[in-house]
């Protein structure tokens, strides 16, 4: 299993992708959660990523592509991984296919967690209530939801052009989105074997 979920920040993507990786034992990689255990450790990424996190910006791509890269090259053929919150624009989709190439893999599914507008700005409101993250004051949401449309949002159709994009509807429970999740998994285990 190879894919890359793709959604805006509130889908619930990081719930799911987790959930996916433990039912299929893959790799998550979720370069927010890389990205703040780098800020947390104070490393020298960290340093250079914590302004542009803070901001609700993108992290240079270069930074980010080299912290992926450094990531998939030792798991070989072995492994699968779910990708989470990565690639964000499509010059980071260029470097992964070209990454992968060099690596001799191939991706299986993109799949979008499909949200409303309306329905995204009431979650992260109350995710900003309940969880402080420093980037999740109403400003910064506003912004890192700007950021989605302008930069993210076009990989929709970048994917959707090369026969990957699959869509879940995101506004069902988590159980019935995780369900969703694992009817693409099968089909694409059944088209394989078939
Ligand atoms: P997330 O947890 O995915 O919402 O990411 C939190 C923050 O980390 C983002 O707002 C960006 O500042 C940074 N970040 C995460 N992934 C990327 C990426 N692929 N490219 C650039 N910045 C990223």
């Known amino acids: 299993m190879r894919w890359i979920l793709l959604g805006p920040p509130g889908s619930g993507k990081g719930t ?23 800020v947390s450790g104070g490393t020298e990424l960290g340093k250079q990523a914590k ?26 053929h072995k492994t699968g991984f ?21 690596l001799n893999l191939s991706l299986d ?9 309306k329905e995204i700005a009431k979650r992260l409101a109350g995710r900003a209530r309940l969880e402080r993250r420093a980037d999740d004051s109403d400003q910064v949401i506003a912004h890192r939801l ?5 930069q993210t949002a076009p990989l929709i159709e ?5 026969g990957l994009l699959a869509r879940v509807n995101g ?9 969703e999740m694992e009817t693409l998994a099968t089909a694409r285990a059944v088209s394989r074997n078939g």
């Open 51 to 76: 302004s542009y996190m803070d901001a609700g910006d993108m992290v240079p791509d270069q930074l980010i592509v080299d912290m992926i890269r450094r990531r998939l090259e030792p798991m070989g």
């Open 171 to 179: 506004e069902q429970s988590i159980d019935a989105v995780c369900g």
């Open 146 to 150: 700007e950021v989605y449309r302008k």
């Open 109 to 117: 599914r993109v799949v979008l967690v499909d949200v409303s507008d």
């Open 82 to 102: 779910i990708l989470d919150g990565f690639p964000r624009n499509t010059a980071q989709a260029d470097a992964l296919a070209q990454m992968l190439s060099e």
């Open 16 to 38: 799911q992708a987790k959930k996916l990786a433990d039912n299929h034992h893959v790799a998550h990689l979720s370069t927010g959660d890389i990205l703040r255990g780098e």
């Open 158 to 162: 970048y994917y959707e052009c090369r």
